[in-house]
């Protein structure tokens, strides 16, 4: 099995421009604009290799949002568990990670509670758990976010709301993950060949 990281979850090719050089493009106004969210998106794959930019985006959004309006908006909420959970993976003393990985967890679960049926919240979720050691205890998360990922990409087709690339790169990962049973690691891989020959034909 790929021993793919969390913190490799839906990476996107480099010509993602920089987080310092958006960062005052986007709009500060409390709302969740699509742009702001396609930013953060972006943001957090920038940030997977450096500390630097994941303090920058977690700035950004305690900066432009209220706790109030973060805990409303369960994948703004998600997005900001999972720059936690880079925190831990950037720091080196164990109790930072431990406190950090708490923190994203905390957050992942609550997002989780209002974006139950949201597949980029419980696809975050579950790229956390699968990587965390299974000593820690949340098996059953785990197997109930593996469910509930296949069933809101093969039997709702929820990857349609997702960029063809985004969804491709979900897919991909739950494919990797090996968490899925026989038969649907099959659906998948089969979901995965149809959409990569749709873009294929789109780029033909």
Same mark, same amino acid.
């Given at each position: 099995?790929?021993?793919?990281?969390?913190?490799?979850?839906?990476?996107?090719?480099?010509?993602?421009?920089?987080?310092?050089? /958006?960062?005052?493009?986007?709009?500060?106004?409390?709302?969740?604009? =699509?742009? =702001?969210?396609?930013?953060?998106? $972006?943001?957090? &794959? /920038?940030?997977? /290799?450096? +500390?630097?930019?994941?303090?920058?985006?977690?700035? %950004?959004?305690?900066?432009?949002?209220?706790?109030?309006?973060?805990?409303?908006?369960?994948?703004?909420?998600? &997005? &900001?568990?999972?720059?936690?959970?880079? #925190?831990?993976? +950037?720091?080196?003393?164990? %109790?930072?990670?431990?406190? &950090?990985? !708490?923190?994203?967890? !905390?957050? @992942?679960?609550?997002?989780?509670?209002?974006?139950? !049926?949201?597949?980029?919240?419980?696809?975050?979720? %579950?790229?956390?758990? $699968?990587?965390?050691?299974? %000593?820690?205890?949340?098996?059953?998360?785990?197997?109930?976010?593996?469910?509930?990922?296949?069933?809101?990409?093969?039997?709702?087709?929820?990857?349609?709301?997702?960029?063809?690339?985004?969804? @491709?790169?979900?897919?991909?990962?739950?494919? /990797?993950?090996?968490?899925?049973?026989?038969?649907?690691? !099959?659906?998948?891989?089969?979901?995965? #060949?149809?959409?990569?020959?749709?873009?294929?034909?789109?780029?033909?």
């Amino acid at each position: 099995m790929k021993n793919t990281l969390l913190f490799y979850v839906l990476i996107i090719p480099a010509v993602v421009s920089s987080v310092q050089a /958006e960062i005052s493009s986007v709009s500060s106004q409390e709302t969740l604009e =699509t742009s =702001t969210l396609t930013f953060i998106r $972006h943001g957090f &794959y /920038e940030s997977i /290799e450096s +500390h630097a930019k994941t303090k920058r985006m977690m700035e %950004f959004i305690e900066s432009n949002f209220s706790e109030k309006f973060l805990h409303d908006e369960p994948v703004l909420l998600a &997005y &900001y568990g999972v720059l936690n959970a880079l #925190k831990a993976k +950037h720091v080196f003393n164990p %109790f930072s990670k431990i406190s &950090y990985l !708490r923190a994203a967890l !905390r957050k @992942l679960d609550e997002a989780a509670i209002d974006g139950a !049926r949201n597949l980029e919240v419980r696809f975050l979720r %579950f790229s956390v758990l $699968h990587n965390i050691p299974s %000593f820690l205890g949340f098996r059953d998360t785990l197997l109930e976010d593996t469910e509930m990922v296949f069933e809101l990409l093969i039997v709702d087709g929820k990857y349609t709301e997702l960029d063809p690339e985004m969804a @491709l790169h979900v897919i991909d990962f739950v494919i /990797e993950s090996q968490r899925l049973s026989d038969e649907q690691q !099959r659906e998948m891989e089969l979901l995965a #060949k149809r959409l990569k020959e749709h873009e294929q034909l789109s780029i033909d």
